[in-house]
């Protein structure tokens, strides 16, 4: 029984509990990396509408949007671009490389949807 014992001290692995914490972690920073993108499309969702204010025309590139002047900051490492913009409307998407989906937003007024 006791050469037992000393065969089961000296395993080494993880055991299943400590592999569903890590799996679930994982999940969590995913889900977490997902609404940083969909906030940051929110955020410049709002900052377009500012520029629009502004210019008659919704902004065509993301630079116009980024910064004080329409209060557009984004997260750190997510991706975002203006896909389309026009007088009328546009069109925007962003992700996060460690996040599972990317996201897009059309406006004006529309709602963040999954991309992929």
Known sequence: MLLKMNKMKNQKGFTLIELMIVIAISAYRKRSYDSSAQSDLRNAATAQEAYFVDASE???????????????????????????????????????????????????????????
């Open 58 to 116: 919704y902004a065509d590139t993301s630079a116009t949007l980024i910064g004080a002047t329409y209060g557009l900051y984004l997260s750190d490492k997510v991706v975002f671009s203006v896909r389309n913009a026009t007088g009328e409307s546009y069109s925007m998407k962003a992700q996060h490389p460690s996040g599972e989906h990317s996201y897009i937003i059309k406006g004006p007024g529309g709602s963040v949807s999954k991309y992929n």
